[in-house]
């Protein structure tokens, strides 16, 4: 076996831990409850104990390079410091610190999207593209640049917040402060939001049933029914990729990225939105070239256009819920390549 590190997800619902080698082969995984409501120490304790039995299995056969952590929310990096996180709430908390403390070993900090963003670019959708972008589109819309194989943070760790990408000026309230935020259109909370206002219009009876059957309303449901073909379903997943569509342009025009991935449970309805991403592409990117590799639900969907000869590829992520998790194992090897 060769040398591997940890790699952390540190979910609201579960704590997901993975030992990964150098190689990328994913070796083994566990999943834990995340006991929030029994506290941060607690949390942090369950993940270090389960850390410490990986460790203990494998550490006569490979060296531990390390331990990558991906974590919504803002992070310090430098300081190691959790300043607001939803899966560990309170004050500032130094979650570095804290799992060193117990473990006696390095730990790298990321944010959550990052870290996706990364283990796509090593492994997934965005392999050999040093330069790229990706979006979750999960309960809310996430993000992450990656430039020359490095995640380029900005200048207060910000940097990638496409989610707050102002669509519609006058649009929907965020939470963030703002109107009109992608994430307002294309988050699986939007999803729900905007099949709901489809009931309320009158016109929606497959998404009326729906809801009053007793089932979950999730943004599954909706598209389960927009696949069925469901007209008011399908209107729902078409305004998502309208919103996603005008965010993208705007990317592209600004910062001319061979690889754009889109991952995250929302992304699960590619074919119910793609077509209009890549319509709204057309029509507002300057620069946009061509689309999607080959992809039984993308071929054929993308537009050319004669304004570039680089191309531009929009396209899903290839690691599922396991991008974060080769990204956070992948930092303690970069941290190590880039001493």
């Known amino acids: 076996m060769n040398n591997f590190s940890i790699g952390v997800d540190l979910g609201g619902t579960n704590l997901r831990i993975a030992v990964v080698d150098e190689e990328g082969h994913l070796v083994e995984k566990v999943t834990l409850e995340t006991k929030v409501s029994l506290g941060r120490d607690h ?3 369950d993940m270090c104990g389960a850390i410490q ?3 203990e ?3 006569n056969s490979a060296a531990l390079l390390g331990i ?3 974590v919504p929310g803002i992070t310090d990096l430098q300081a190691g410091y ?3 996180s939803p899966n560990l709430p309170g004050p500032d908390y130094p979650v570095r610190a804290e799992i060193e403390r117990r473990l006696k070993t390095t730990v790298v900090l990321e944010n959550d999207a990052n870290a996706a963003a990364l283990g796509e670019q090593w492994l997934g959708a965005a392999k050999n593209f040093p330069d790229m972008a990706m979006l979750t589109l999960g309960t809310g819309v996430g993000g992450a640049l990656v430039l020359g194989g490095q995640i380029f943070h900005g200048m207060t760790g910000m940097a990638g917040e496409f989610g707050h990408t102002t669509i519609e000026p006058e649009g929907n309230p965020c939470g963030c402060g703002n109107r009109g935020c992608l994430e307002q259109y294309a988050s699986a909370t939007a999803v729900v939001r905007m099949a709901k206002e489809e009931i309320a219009g009158g016109q929606a009876l497959a998404l009326a049933s729906a ?3 007793g089932a979950e309303f999730n943004a599954e449901l909706v598209y389960n029914l927009a696949i069925q073909g469901d007209e008011a379903a399908r209107r729902v997943f078409r305004r998502v990729g309208r919103a996603l569509g005008i965010a993208l342009a705007t990317l592209v025009n600004s910062l001319n990225l061979p690889m754009h991935v889109i991952g995250g449970g929302v992304s699960s309805a590619w074919d119910a939105f793609s077509p209009v991403i890549f319509e709204e592409l057309r029509q507002r990117s300057m620069v946009y070239a061509a689309t999607a590799p080959p992809d039984p639900l993308s071929a054929g969907q993308g537009v050319s256009a004669s304004r570039s ?6 396209t899903r992520a290839q690691l599922g819920s396991d991008a974060g998790l080769y990204g956070a194992a992948r930092l303690p090897m970069m941290a190590r390549t880039n001493r």
């Open 309 to 314: 000869c680089r191309k531009t590829i929009v």
């Open 57 to 59: 299995k494998y550490k």
């Open 43 to 45: 949390v942090i304790n």
């Open 53 to 55: 039995r990986l460790t």
């Open 211 to 213: 809801a009053q059957s």
């Open 82 to 84: 959790l300043r607001d």
């Open 68 to 70: 990558g952590v991906g």
